[in-house]
């Protein structure tokens, strides 16, 4: 297998499916965590800036230098990757699809701002770990076809475009700006889900889902008080 194919189709029980799980605008909510420091920042009203927003902030008035600035602002001043709010039920859901036998491989671009790479990464680690996100691993990069997985959740549609172009499988997490993209596509995290079971089904993986409220929850990793 080369760098960056996926890994092969499983011919037999024992290969793991592993899924590509983007964060921002997927598990994390980035627009609502971005509108408020961008308001404050700008001397605006969070009302002047539209949640329904083109890729490109089109609706906010922001060139892209502008964005840019906004952003590095964002995360090195404000420290928005370590506390943005997490989209409803991404841990709950991701928790059930790695007790099934997921592997899951968070992929994000959160190195994007140039010269704050240290605190981009642990930030993010902070906030996966404070918002009990389940992973096996983490991948820091923009070209996503380079990772190898057999399934992807995406929101970006120049990504969901690239990793289609490179023959992978991608359901797309549902946002105003992706609305003219092909589905699967995943309202929230409960669609989501049961798009993952019924791609990995397709794919002939055999996950051990479990009885629904006999799960574990996410406070698996709180420590025992009785202890």
């Not at 289609?164 to 609305?179: C, Q």
């Not at 791609?199 to 420590?223: I, V, Y």
Request: aromatic share 8%.
């Amino acid at each position: 297998m080369s760098e960056g194919d996926p890994p092969p189709h499983p011919a037999n029980p024992e290969v793991v499916l592993v899924l590509g799980v983007d964060l921002d605008g997927v598990c994390a909510d980035y627009t609502t965590a971005f509108r408020a420091i961008a308001a404050a920042e700008l001397e605006v009203e969070q009302s002047a800036l539209p949640l329904e927003r083109s890729w490109d902030f089109s609706e906010w008035g922001l060139s892209r230098d502008q964005f840019q600035e906004l952003h590095h602002r964002a995360v090195t001043d404000h420290r928005m990757l370590r506390d943005m709010p997490v989209m409803e039920e991404a841990a709950e859901s991701l928790w059930r699809l790695s007790d099934a036998g997921v592997w899951i491989r968070i992929i994000t671009h959160r190195l994007y701002v140039n010269w704050g790479h240290a605190r981009a990464i642990a930030d993010t680690v902070d906030w996966l770990d404070r918002n009990r996100i389940p992973y096996r691993d983490i991948c820091f990069l923009g070209d996503k076809p380079q990772v190898g997985a057999h399934l992807y959740i995406e929101d970006a549609p120049h990504n969901v475009t690239a990793l289609r172009e490179s023959g992978n499988r991608v359901i797309v997490f549902d946002a105003p700006y992706n609305r003219d993209l092909a589905g699967p596509r995943a309202a929230d995290w409960a669609s989501c889900e049961h798009l993952v079971l019924a791609e990995a089904a397709d794919m002939g993986f055999r996950l051990q889902t479990q009885l629904p409220g006999l799960e574990a929850g996410t406070d698996r990793l709180e420590p025992d008080p009785t202890e």
